[in-house]
């Protein structure tokens, strides 16, 4: 069997197989979306809910899922602090910014004052597109892709493809030897001349396309806010960035990462917390906001402190805990 992807906007009104299995979705529609007034967060959530980064995570998303969550937190906060307070927020692990733009417009309705940032790894994929035949590769900014497109087939660049495909899995094999580092190819050769904030190139019968990753909304609110940033970050290896509020749900979990990484990623996150600040981290297999599990922990002068817990709580709460106790509590943190 063969399964055909979504290459046209209107064929994301039928993403799913007869069988009732999502269809990939070509990155190349985010561009389209991102210029599209009309274009509502669910449209780039239906492009980018496959993706597979190359270490693993995927940049699965749905609007809503976190909608519990964000006014138990903005609850708590705000018996925090008062309403006049800079509010200094960082939601960590965004995808396509959707769950951002909610949480932001939760919050901001009690701090005015608020000054919010969203970090992912990135925030583009980088597209070599064939003027020559109908073929495309879509990388992520570390060189690592994401998608292959071939005429009517959108293959993931990453993870296994079902063995009830073996077509798609016979046509990523042959493309993964030829056309991938054709297209790398092309990169490199472009090598310094190509910048990020560069929207399109032609080069030697190739166009090389940056592609937003994030929905029409979460650009626009970029573009239009300046409370609202959006900014790369690698969880293991994080900027410098204190916060009175720290989020990282459905990325640091045992789903994706082991142990030793984890208390690494979550001794960083708990550092960049102001005393008496909070960090959330959790997840929502199912993205549905009833049965999400997360834990708010509240960073004490001697100890990180729960809060709150929904559904019994982090999965990773044991991890975090540790962590926190390898954090000196002499260590100069302030804004």
């Known amino acids: 069997m063969i399964k055909f992807g979504v290459t046209s906007l209107s064929g994301l009104y039928h993403r799913y197989t007869q069988f009732g299995r999502p269809k990939h979705a070509s990155l190349l ?22 993706i597979r980064m190359p270490n693993g995570t995927f940049r699965e998303t749905h609007r809503e899922r976190f909608r519990i969550l964000d006014s138990l937190i903005r609850d708590i906060v705000s018996a925090r602090y008062p309403s006049e307070q800079r509010l200094l927020v960082t939601d960590c692990g965004v995808s396509s910014g959707t769950t951002s733009v909610e949480f932001y417009r939760t919050l901001v309705g009690v701090f ?3 000054a919010f ?5 990135s925030f583009t ?22 998608q292959i497109i071939i005429g009517p087939l959108v293959l993931p660049g990453q993870g296994r493809i079902s063995i009830g495909y073996p077509l798609n899995r016979i046509a990523r094999r042959i493309a993964c030897g030829t056309l991938v580092p054709r297209a790398r190819s092309v990169l ?29 909304d979460c650009l626009r609110l970029t573009q239009t806010t300046p409370q609202f940033r959006c900014e790369t970050d690698d969880l293991f290896h994080p900027t410098r ?55 708010i922990f509240s960073r004490e002068s001697d100890r990180l402190a729960v809060v709150s817990r929904l559904n019994g709580g982090c999965e990773e709460e044991d991890l975090i805990l540790e962590a926190a106790e390898t954090i000196s509590s002499a260590l100069p943190i302030g804004p």
């Open 29 to 50: 529609l985010l561009r389209e979306l991102a210029h599209n007034p009309e274009a509502g967060a669910q449209w780039c959530d239906r492009v980018v809910t496959q």
């Open 112 to 114: 005015p004052n608020l």
């Open 117 to 121: 940032v969203a970090t992912d790894l």
């Open 125 to 146: 994929a980088v597209v070599v597109k064939s003027r020559r035949s109908p073929w495309a590769i879509a990388f992520e900014r570390g060189g690592g892709e994401l």
């Open 188 to 216: 490199q050769r472009v090598g310094t001349d190509f910048e990020p904030e560069c929207a399109e190139l032609t080069v030697d019968g190739y166009d090389i396309i940056v592609v937003p990753m994030l929905s029409a």
């Open 241 to 295: 960035r204190p916060a009175h509020l720290l989020r990282a749900m459905n990325v640091l979990t045992r789903h994706y990462f082991d142990d030793h990484s984890l208390r690494r990623a979550f001794r960083l996150a708990l550092e960049n917390i102001l005393p008496g600040g909070l960090f959330v981290s959790g997840r929502s297999p199912k993205g549905k906001p009833q049965e999400l599990l997360a834990t």
